[in-house]
């Protein structure tokens, strides 16, 4: 009985690679720590492709040959071109393609296995999820995408009709589904499934507000983290299953995480239309519309220099001015001063999980100035000033106090409770749930119209000479 010294080694590989992908992940827990994760993970991702290039299954090397070259150049180019702004619609696009490539490999592996005898039940079954999973993932992800760049509308685009329309397709692909894995039919049914659960996938993405796509995006990470493991099996390759477990399993904990932090229910997050009606403000006490009041650069620069405790909270609208050098600029020039400054994080702020903490990392923000909601909340009744930069949902006190809100009972960061509030931004423009903000008419509010960037840049300029 000879050794398989080419196996072993290439299982060695696969389990150096998985224990790479496992630390890496851990790291990933924290901003101090993340970069090292990621190029744990990186190492991981080379020593498994470089295994899998030594194991017997592979017919051609020449198709490998060419999609390395062409995968590396795109993927070297939108890393560098891609700017932090646009880094969700990314990972949306690349959680699509990891989808798409699954579904279209569980179609090739059953057509290879069906051309060469009878598919056995079992791999019918793995085949049929692999497809169904990966194909709900890819249009999925297009649409994410397409919400998140604003090319459709951000509110849920609904229409009469729609959850009979989606039901019906969903019958339509089980009966599909039962037809491929009694072996009625054959690849042709495939590609119609195929067909089925990307109109689903779309379908079900459509429904959604802008305001949920944090949560989206981490269901669809771990649906193609579950059709990986799916080809795996398929392919009978360890380290795929491996890969797509932890992918599964981190999306999965990241979701429920995610709808904790949003205080709401999986089911009420992808099936509510949340954000399609559009909540107005509460009239005043004598029956007049609220005013939000303005305030001036060197008015903020003022009350700034004289604060002991400033809580600067970070918001989708500081990722589009490209301001976090700037707000740390500001933050720089408030701690010379020897004023406490903190940056408040929410979970979901942003338009993907991490968001914020990616784009202050950029800026070079201490990690230790970084407080998540559940620390800095009990400290915005003795804060001076609470500085909003782009923020907006995470920040309306409409979901701790009015009932009637569509976003009641979300955890917020509490900065109405703050002795002073100034909010930047460009205009009273709703936030991504597609609702008024009753923060920006408290008395205690003060609205700095503009730019952020060019907003933080004057408040630098102002403070210097306070």
Known sequence: MSFDLRGAAISLSYIAAAVLFIFGLQRLSSPRTARSGNRLAAVGMFV?????????????????????????????????????????????????????????????????????????????????????????????????????QEVLSTKPLLFPGQRVLQGLVLLNALGLALMIVSG????????????????????????????????????????????????????????????????????????????????????NVLFSGFGAVKAAVTAGSNGTAPVAR???????????????????????????????????????????????????????????????????????????????????????ESTDVALVVGANDVVNPAARDDPSSPIYGMPILDADKAKQVVVLKRGMSVGFAGIDNALFYRPNTRMLFGDARKSLSRLVEALKSV
Request: charged fraction near 10%; charge should be negative.
């Open 48 to 148: 498994a492709l470089v295994a899998t290039l030594f194991d017997r299954q592979i017919a051609t090397f020449w198709l490998i040959a060419l999609g390395i070259p062409v995968g590396a150049i795109i993927g070297v180019y939108f890393a560098r071109r891609v700017p932090m702004t646009a880094m969700p619609q990314m990972v949306a696009l690349f959680n699509g393609a990891g989808g798409a490539t699954a579904a279209l490999v569980s179609v090739a592996e059953y057509i290879h296995a069906s051309s060469v005898g009878e598919v056995s039940m079992v791999a019918s079954v793995a085949v049929v999820l692999g497809t169904a999973i990966g194909a709900i993932s890819f249009s999925g992800s297009i649409i994410a995408f397409c919400k998140l």
């Open 184 to 267: 009625r039919m054959g690849a042709s049914a495939l590609w119609w499934l195929f067909a089925a659960t990307l109109t689903l996938g779309a379908l079900a993405t459509l429904a959604i507000g802008g305001g949920d796509m944090p949560v989206v995006i981490a269901v669809l990470n771990s649906l193609t983290g579950l059709a990986t493991a799916i080809t795996g099996l398929e392919l009978n390759n360890e380290m795929l299953i491996v890969a797509g477990m932890l992918v599964g399993a981190s999306g999965t904990l990241l979701t429920l995480l995610m709808s904790k932090a949003m205080n709401r229910s999986l089911g």
């Open 294 to 380: 303005e305030a001036t650069v060197d008015d903020t620069a003022i009350a700034l220099a004289y604060a002991r405790r400033v809580i600067m909270i970070p918001g989708y609208g500081l990722a589009v001015a490209q301001a976090q050098h700037e707000l740390q600029a500001l933050a720089s020039e408030l701690g010379r001063r020897g004023v406490d400054v903190r940056y408040a994080i929410h979970p979901v702020a942003g338009r993907m999980p991490g968001h914020m903490n990616v784009l202050l990392a950029e800026a070079n923000v201490p990690y230790d100035q970084l407080a998540e909601m559940e620390q800095v909340n009990g400290t915005f």
